[in-house]
């Protein structure tokens, strides 16, 4: 929110300058701050906040979902899929096999 306003205040200050924000004035400072380093602030804003949903999505799901302790990140069973000592069988990769195709049995003509 405070990336937006001031980004929107220098827009203003450009606009009524009747210069505008092109490439060359996208780094020049208006009120000890520029264009660019407003939209370097909003682009690490989305990280942190995607990151920080991811997080809290694992750590607190709403209806579904597995609720995960707060330290998962630092787990190699969560990176990795499977903890150390599992390793997949015949049994479980045969249990997702294709059934064969269904066949109709109709009249001959």
């Known amino acids: ?65 597995i609720r995960l302790p707060p330290y998962f990140p630092c787990m190699p069973s969560y990176w990795r899929g499977t903890s150390a000592g599992e390793s997949d069988d015949e049994d479980s990769i045969h249990m997702w096999a294709e059934e064969p195709p269904a066949q109709c049995t109709g009249r001959s003509a």
Not at 9 to 29: N, Q
């Open 1 to 65: 929110n405070g990336a937006l306003c001031a980004g929107l205040h220098i827009l203003s200050k450009y606009e009524a300058a009747k210069v505008g924000i092109t490439w060359i004035t996208i780094d020049v400072p208006v009120d000890n701050s520029s264009f660019a380093a407003v939209l370097g602030i909003m682009v690490l804003e989305i990280v942190l906040w995607t990151l920080a949903g991811w997080y809290f999505d694992r750590v607190m799901p709403k209806e579904f979902g």
